[in-house]
């Protein structure tokens, strides 16, 4: 006891003395060349006004599950027939083609990156004028109520859990930093956190400065090792070939979304880290995030998780199959980080660690 103690007491003064050398903005990192961040929020990235006539013109999705089952069983009908067929075909959407309408976002602005490196006649263009921004995703998400801000409920839950669930505690460290303005070749590592976030006075925002320990048992699978360098306070990676990236959105289903070309974009500052991250989501991946959450929740945005499927699949536009199916969709989330001060267990710690693996 005595030992857990002592161990809790040192990580309170390396965070309080880190935190007095962090207070300028360059002390810590000037000694150590490194910077560490953990997750706040997590948002689907895609172009939203508060008008929602001129974004959606056509309205909103309005088939989700209740639609759909009025309209497909109009006399009810035994359980086995119209409810749980229904159901099923949430965990198994090919076994029939797509049966209603779906509102895609004609919208041209949008948010993301350009992933392939050329401007095609389905590229978006930016709000500051960037040309060839790669996000088939938005078509899927932008004009569907589950996801548009602030009502949106999933979107709305989904991120409170980025917060609340130890699942999601993503951290990315940076080193070989020379300053968060300019360094030509930095190296950055995602990891799995171990301790809650440190609220601030109001309990609904995280506070930049608390400290996490890396994960080195459960977290294992996830620790990812990016190159990349920062250029004007923005920190841009190449992208890595497989990515993953955890994020349970409903009682820590340990959901993980699977990202080819995976890349991030972030302004930094001492205290944060806001930008994105892109490439392109496993449709598979992204369809087994999403049914995480119950139909009944689901029912809430009117997003039928069947019809979802067959969205994702005609908007998909990359990494064919040996049919020629895309199985993957560009598209990108928003990313909000505070500052943490990032500790790596000591040898002993991982020798135990290992050996309960």
């Given at each position: 006891?005595?030992h857990v103690?002592?161990?809790?007491?040192?990580?309170?003064?390396?965070?309080?003395?880190?935190?007095?050398?962090?207070?300028?903005?360059?002390?810590?990192?000037?000694?150590?060349?490194?910077?560490?961040?953990?997750?706040?929020?997590?948002?689907?990235?895609?172009?939203?006004?508060?008008?929602?006539?001129?974004?959606?013109?056509?309205?909103?999705?309005?088939?989700?599950?209740?639609e759909t089952?009025?309209?497909?069983?109009?006399?009810?009908?035994?359980?086995?027939?119209?409810?749980?067929?229904?159901?099923?075909?949430?965990?198994?959407?090919?076994?029939?083609?797509?049966?209603?309408?779906?509102?895609?976002?004609?919208?041209?602005?949008?948010?993301?990156?350009?992933?392939?490196?050329?401007?095609?006649?389905?590229?978006?263009?930016?709000?500051?004028?960037?040309?060839?921004?790669?996000?088939?995703?938005?078509?899927?998400?932008?004009?569907?109520?589950?996801?548009?801000?602030?009502?949106?409920?999933?979107?709305?839950?989904?991120?409170?859990?980025?917060?609340?669930?130890?699942?999601?505690?993503?951290?990315?460290?940076?080193?070989?930093?020379?300053?968060?303005?300019?360094?030509?070749?930095?190296?950055?590592?995602?990891?799995?956190?171990?301790?809650?976030?440190?609220?601030?006075?109001?309990?609904?925002?995280?506070?930049?400065?608390?400290?996490?320990?890396?994960?080195?048992?459960?977290?294992?699978?996830?620790?990812?090792?990016?190159?990349?360098?920062?250029?004007?306070?923005?920190l841009t990676?190449?992208?890595?070939?497989?990515?993953?990236?955890?994020?349970?959105?409903?009682?820590?289903?340990?959901?993980?979304?699977?990202?080819?070309?995976?890349?991030?974009?972030?302004?930094?500052?001492?205290?944060?880290?806001?930008?994105?991250?892109?490439?392109?989501?496993?449709?598979?991946?992204?369809?087994?995030?999403?049914?995480?959450?119950?139909?009944?929740?689901?029912?809430?945005?009117?997003?039928?998780?069947?019809?979802?499927?067959?969205?994702?699949?005609?908007?998909?536009?990359?990494?064919?199959?040996?049919?020629?199916?895309?199985?993957?969709?560009?598209?990108?989330?928003?990313?909000?980080?505070?500052?943490?001060?990032?500790?790596?267990?000591?040898?002993?710690?991982?020798?135990?660690?290992?050996?309960?693996?």
């Amino acid at each position: 006891m005595r030992h857990v103690t002592n161990k809790l007491a040192a990580l309170a003064v390396t965070s309080l003395m880190a935190s007095v050398a962090l207070a300028d903005g360059s002390g810590s990192i000037a000694d150590t060349r490194t910077i560490g961040y953990v997750t706040t929020d997590l948002h689907w990235a895609f172009h939203q006004t508060q008008d929602v006539d001129k974004d959606c013109p056509e309205g909103l999705a309005g088939y989700g599950p209740r639609e759909t089952f009025k309209e497909l069983y109009p006399n009810g009908g035994p359980v086995e027939k119209t409810q749980l067929a229904r159901e099923s075909l949430k965990f198994f959407p090919t076994d029939k083609p797509m049966q209603f309408p779906y509102i895609f976002s004609k919208e041209t602005i949008g948010v993301g990156v350009n992933l392939d490196g050329k401007v095609g006649p389905n590229d978006f263009v930016s709000a500051t004028g960037e040309q060839g921004i790669d996000n088939a995703l938005q078509k899927v998400l932008a004009c569907n109520a589950q996801f548009r801000r602030p009502e949106g409920q999933l979107q709305l839950f989904g991120n409170k859990f980025v917060r609340t669930s130890t699942w999601n505690r993503t951290l990315i460290e940076i080193t070989n930093v020379d300053s968060l303005t300019r360094s030509d070749n930095v190296a950055v590592t995602i990891y799995r956190g171990r301790d809650p976030v440190l609220l601030d006075a109001t309990g609904e925002g995280v506070a930049p400065g608390g400290t996490q320990r890396v994960d080195m048992r459960w977290g294992k699978p996830i620790i990812q090792h990016l190159k990349g360098k920062i250029v004007d306070g923005v920190l841009t990676t190449e992208p890595i070939k497989a990515g993953i990236y955890p994020w349970a959105i409903y009682n820590d289903v340990p959901t993980l979304l699977n990202w080819r070309d995976m890349r991030l974009k972030l302004t930094l500052t001492p205290e944060r880290a806001n930008g994105l991250i892109a490439g392109y989501m496993d449709v598979e991946s992204y369809y087994t995030w999403l049914i995480a959450w119950s139909t009944h929740h689901l029912s809430y945005g009117r997003l039928d998780p069947a019809e979802f499927y067959w969205a994702l699949r005609k908007m998909a536009d990359a990494y064919p199959n040996e049919k020629g199916e895309m199985t993957a969709i560009s598209s990108a989330l928003t990313l909000d980080m505070v500052q943490a001060f990032i500790t790596h267990p000591d040898a002993d710690e991982q020798k135990l660690s290992d050996a309960k693996h």
